[in-house]
């Protein structure tokens, strides 16, 4: 069963060649009431959940609030960092590639969504409401960019473009810096 999940993002950057996105896909130990058609619950994503998925990036597709036909495109890089799952993105050089980027450049995409397979989860129930903490993603189908998050926790962390000023590349060199530490 393939589980569509959507997060907030909160800030965009613009930086080398402006058609790679990084995006914080997932925040870890953030709780969300979900429905999949079953009732409500609260879900929460633990920290390795998505290790083994991080070895195959480029098998994780680029869409657009889940909308099944070509994708926009695919994933270069993930990477678990110490709250949320990380993944680099190349949009295709394309007209749908560049409206697109245009929406998040201008903003009014504010959400990131994952269709995802889940693997073991814990789940407990407190007082009649039932809470489920994914352990294990057997598999991410893809992150799609959407203007309504389910999720806060999320963003956009880059557009890379030829001309960045300093504040922008200082904030990207952070970024990569954490990410080699992990």
Known sequence: MLLEREFQMRDAEIGADGRTLI????????AATVDDG???YEESFKRG???????????????YAHREGIPYGF?????????????VFRVAPSERGDQVLALVRDNQLKGVSIGFVPGHSD????????SVSRVHIKQLAEVSLTPAPAYH???VLAVREASVD???????????????LL
């Not at 995006?23 to 953030?30: E, I, Q, Y």
């Not at 200082?170 to 080699?180: D, G, N, S, V």
């Open 166 to 180: 300093a504040a922008l590349r200082e904030r990207e060199r952070l970024f990569w810096t954490r990410a080699r």
């Open 38 to 40: 079953d009732g409500q």
């Open 123 to 130: 789940e407990t129930t407190v007082n009649g409401k039932r």
């Open 153 to 155: 926790g999320a963003e």
């Open 75 to 87: 994933g270069q890089q993930l990477i678990e960092d110490p709250t949320h799952l990380i993944g």
């Open 23 to 30: 995006l914080a896909c997932v925040p870890f130990d953030v």
């Open 49 to 63: 959940a998505f290790a083994s998925i991080t070895k195959a990036a480029n098998r994780v597709e680029l869409r």
